[in-house]
């Protein structure tokens, strides 16, 4: 019998996820009826090669474990076999009744059974080596001379190379594994608009401003360019500044509003440039180690050519008209949705994963899905999964803020990564509860959390409020707590917090209704902190995955404790943020030694990360201050001191 | 989408046991892409009958929850089916475009278009009432006249009787249910062996003399009366008393030593009656309603009919003679175990199946089955399915001490209750967890405990030294911690406590190999004691289930304090155990008032349901005292004092 595997995401429905290098570790209970010694492996491969095995060991209580090594992006696949074991079983009664000196004359005929049978299954396999010595060893077993020997090693070896594997067990269904590079999981990305990266104020922005702006964004150690939709955007009902239903004509509209008479999903906004900027800008951006990320949000302004050209994949009203996106009694009449229950769904689903093979073709290798939770999930099954075994290096983040339960099927369907509730988890309980369930089993095979303190829909109340250190806190919380992070920029670095009107989320004079121009050599720039804990990011191992990630105790409730370690233990990174941006807060830490393999009674080294210097920790937990303006966060690397 | 579901065993794979007149509450998480608002059921049947559906309740968070409740015994199905539901969605969206103030007219034609349709599926049903109606509000709907009342729940009656299931999603696997009677789950037992049940000393006992002992049985308040193998026991090896290997002529043997010349698991030992006593005895123990539970020991001795007639059934030796039973370096010489591998597997387990069938034939619908583990699980899973499938009200309990792993897979496969590791869980924190683990989800959902404290063949250390105040310990534990349980009488009752040797769990002079003779007048019997337990456990519904088991504070480690609750929340059952059979204890309850739905403030009146009387516990918790001798347990009912 082989049950209870780990891991394993909705009884094998679902693949789980890990990047390149990850060692898997496969745990699974095998056992058999009657007193036989049972024998378990994982066996895996990457999709189209050769299986391969690893023998599981015994943990105690009918529990087996083994490890790999997934060595190629794309798609792997795992399960357990067990078998009872005829020969280990004979061996370790042999050595009982040696023990208890009993006549063993009749179970060395037994034994001698055994291993003739692993000599004809090594000669058919072409180990003619094992075989001969095998048919000796018979011989001798036959001859009942090899009472105590038949223990040795010499004999036990080759039986283990030939085992009988008649009652072998499989688990099923066979357990799929989605390889993704590194930065799937490790990754810091930055969004701007390019509309506003014109170094001239009141200039609209373009492609190759935005080719200028990587040095900046390479400075602040970003590895991710994220850019807001570059189609062509729509006039009919177009919005103006601040929302307002009615735009000028020189305002340059939504650019979720895709698609107006010069293209679509698959054309470059004019004001910004062409196709061979984007490819300029691709080419510039990996020169720097940067991927360029587009937004893909499945949705036509009135103007989009697919309106006219394939009216069947909107849905119509009673009256004739088109219907538009709606969230009663709201009514955004700029915006059409895909009608995913069209009769020409093959159509319109092709013509979906159409714009994805387009953008690749050009060399973007990471999706930002907008609203993906509004599509089907089924389509995303579908296209997520094709485009993958065509391109297993690309990637998909999935915009949704909706219900949980929501999100996590978006991430076993297909998605990459996804936004997560950073933005509102602001208490300590909130934030320690949220990324304990993100950073383990079973989320964490299968959904990675990308955290973003800003976004250009989302100006949360602390940042509104608390000024400065609330953006210091954040960032840094969002930086340490995941290893995909990402801040829309330069709002969050220059500080921008002033809301639409009191009570809302939304930015006043937000850069989705209007150009900005923004000043990025202001000197209350939060860029030298960013610059500092993107360097900590790349250095320390620790910070390159969730799962790593424990709370520690602070007697303070506005300060936060926690550290992340790497898988090989070595390198441990502390962190302790103050919530509070207003008082100055201390506390006692009280770490858990156990969950660091740190030794209290050797000393612990803490190196501080942001500002140089080191002490030693013994004997009681140390105490931490932090004042706002002075600094909101400690960022420290711990080891034994000897 | 619908994930999530339990009860759910290992993906659906086993089905979930019940019995007859639970209720079966379901919840899934049911979600859909989108806004659109979601309906659920749960669909449920007898086999073979047909599909009932039961609307579920959202729960929040996208959690669903229905119950049913299984009106007959056999096997029953479920599943959870939702859908997205346009008629609902549509009439809330409505609902806010009116509190806006917004022109609905070209609403209102969408929402004719639904009602039209809802109208014709009711035709279709033949629901011409509904149909009729629903084509008139269309008409207003049209006619755009009838905004507000298009939310009247006239119109969402019909509408609700015919939804549009077009989007409708099934859970899958369907999940299986073996409900089966009552006594599956609530059950007393009692083990005799038959050959003891003379009232002469010296005089083999009969199954006429077990029949004499009904009316004592039936006085302790049992209700299975659980006999060893009643078959011929074979003469090679035979054993003598206290297990030695020579035995003389007069020596009766072990009755697990099964067949000899006058037959094997079919045949009654001559010593013991007939099958016609074996008909008079199920016959008088259900006039008592007792049932007979009898011991099936799949295993055969050295003079077992089949050793001649089936030589395949049985592992030859190189050396020609029959693989007998093995422990290494222990061997069982008068046991010869069957071959589950034999080339003739098939006629081994139709014979198999062909003597539960004989007994069932023979009124018995209870079966203790002896190490099942040895066997294979295919084998049960087989055997059990088929005489389930055909007898749904016959039981199997699995006399199983092996890992435990092992003991919930065969729970798995069918077996409707095992054997426990209760004999060796002594102490507080080892009996608080053990029956946690058991009470509740996922193992409470496929295993059902049946609890010992003594047995034929483990006689605990803890009942060789505690003497008389350890056996009504351990005894009150059993009856109260498990719906079902049994004892080995009358060495139970009479204190019989002296192991073969220091160390061992055996009995001296063991029923297993010798006749003994009783005398069940003892004043020191334990009778009145298991008298009054099994009498408080049939006049209390708290007791009749496993599930309602909460345990509570007590400042007192040898003091073990738990209640019972019963699934109307009615009946309330606390019980104190000291687990000390030494020296007095005593030590303040601390109820946990939440787990039991009383108010403290209100006052719980408890009743002493050994002893009579009660009082009335206010403000601080109640201070108990137990003492060796005097008492040892306490059993209360607990109710509002007011």
Known sequence: MVEGVSPLVDGGRFPIKRVIGDRVVVEADAFA?????????????????????VPMEA??????????????????????????????????????????????????????LLVEAASARAAAAGAEEDAADLERWAERLRAGSAARSALDDELDLPMRRHPDRSHETTFEPVLGITVDPVHARFSSWYELFPRSASPEAGRHGTLRDVIDRLAYVDGLGFDVLYLPPIHPIGRTFRKGPNNVTTASPDDPGVPWAIGGPEGGHMAVHPDLGTIDDVDALVAAARLRGIRVALDIAFQASPDHPWVREHPTWFRQRPDGTVQYAENPPKKYQDIYPFDFESEDWPGLWRALHGVFEYWIDHGIEIFRVDNPHTKAFPFWEWAIGELKRDHPEVLFLAEAFTRPKVMYRLAKVGFSQSYTYFTWRTHKQE????????????????????????????????????????????FVLAATLAAAYGIYGPAFELGENVPREPGSEE?????????????????????PLIQAVNRIRHEHPALHSNEGLAFHEIDNDALLAYTKRSPDGDDIVLTVVSLDPKAARAGTLRL????????????????????????????????IALEPGRRQAMILQLAPAR
Chains 1, 2 share one sequence.
């Open 33 to 53: 009826d009657g007193h036989d010694a049972v024998s378990a492996v994982v066996r895996h491969r990457a999709v189209g090669g050769d299986w391969v095995e």
């Open 59 to 112: 943990l105690g209580n009918d529990r087996w474990r083994a490890a790999f090594t997934v060595g190629a992006i794309g798609r792997h696949e795992y399960t357990v076999a067990a078998w009872t074991d005829p020969w280990a079983t004979w061996r370790g009664d042999l050595a009982k009744r040696l023990d208890a000196g009993q006549d063993v004359a009749v179970d060395l005929r037994i034994g001698a």
């Open 431 to 474: 934030l320690t509860d949220y990324f304990l369930e993100l950073s383990r089993p079973p989320i964490a095979d299968f959904f990675r959390p990308n955290v973003w303190p800003n976004t250009p829909d989302i100006l949360h109340e602390t940042l509104q409020l608390g000024g400065r250190p609330m953006f210091e806190a954040r």
């Open 507 to 527: 930015y006043r004079d937000s850069e989705k209704y209007e150009l900005r121009h923004w000043d990025l050599e202001r000197p209350d720039s939060l860029a």
């Open 592 to 623: 858990h030694h156990g969950a660091l393999g740190l030794d209290p009674g050797r000393g612990i080294r803490a190196t501080d990360l942001l500002e140089g210097g080191s002490e030693v920790w013994a004997g009681d937990g140390p105490r």
